[in-house]
């Protein structure tokens, strides 16, 4: 059975501050994804990643996967509020290249 | 360009009562997803469609279950009878066939048991 470990869980930091949250595995994934999930919508994502080693930034976010495509972290750069959410990271799996999910890092910024 | 719909957003029921679920994907989007999101948990797919054909539905609890897709376009997924442990978010997600890895969410609907 895949799986996907996320940590932190929980992650309250002040605007302003960096973070990584981290993303791993012991199966290889072809592709992983990152989402944002805000309270009350359904998740969005925000980057796939396919190519071990690869690094991909999204304004202030930086995602990278592991070079044997089992691990990913994403970091964001002086958060600010708006990124506030549930940040969950899926990999692509099984027979039908259906998506794994993680169970999430809940991030707070506060102002 | 209009996203996956869902409906109701909320709904809260008696155990053993039945509930249904909508969901209209993105147009053009052939495979259609059903996951529940229990909380603190991250979303696991109960059920996949691909035009109206069942891909997988390894993880839907038959028994108390079910999905259709008619026509390929929206879908309808049913619980009878609930069961406490059903309350979650109910997500629906489309993908093109060529695309399960790049999946559009609709805002779910959240069920409550009680």
């Known amino acids: 059975t895949q799986l996907l470990e996320q940590s932190p869980q929980f992650l309250s930091i002040q605007e302003g501050e960096n973070l990584t949250v981290y993303c791993n595995s012991s199966s290889v994934f072809s592709s992983l994804q990152w989402y944002r999930q805000e309270p009350g919508e359904g998740p969005v994502l925000l980057v796939t990643v396919v190519t071990g080693g690869e690094v991909k930034k999204l304004k202030r976010l930086t995602f990278q996967f592991g070079d044997a495509r089992k691990d990913s972290s994403l970091h964001i750069t002086a958060a600010q509020p708006g990124d506030t959410g549930l940040y969950l990271c899926?990999?692509?799996?099984?027979?039908?290249?259906?998506?794994?999910f993680g169970k999430g890092t809940k991030l707070s910024v506060k102002p | 360009e209009a996203g996956v719909a869902q409906s109701p957003r909320y709904k809260i029921i008696e155990k053993r009562q039945s509930v249904a679920f909508w969901c209209n994907p993105i147009?053009?989007?052939?495979?259609l997803y059903w996951y529940q999101q229990i909380l603190g948990q991250g979303p696991k797919l109960l059920i996949q469609f691909q035009n109206n054909g069942v891909v997988d539905d390894s993880q839907l609890p038959k028994d108390r279950f079910s999905a259709e897709r008619l026509k390929g376009v929206d879908s309808t997924l049913k619980i009878q009878p609930a069961k406490l442990e059903d309350s979650a978010v109910y997500l629906c997600a489309s993908s093109l066939a060529s695309r399960p890895d790049t999946q559009y969410f609709g805002p779910g609907t959240r069920l409550t048991v009680l």
């Open positions: 147009s053009g989007h052939a495979t």
């Open positions: 899926a990999g692509t799996g099984g027979s039908q290249g259906n998506l794994i």
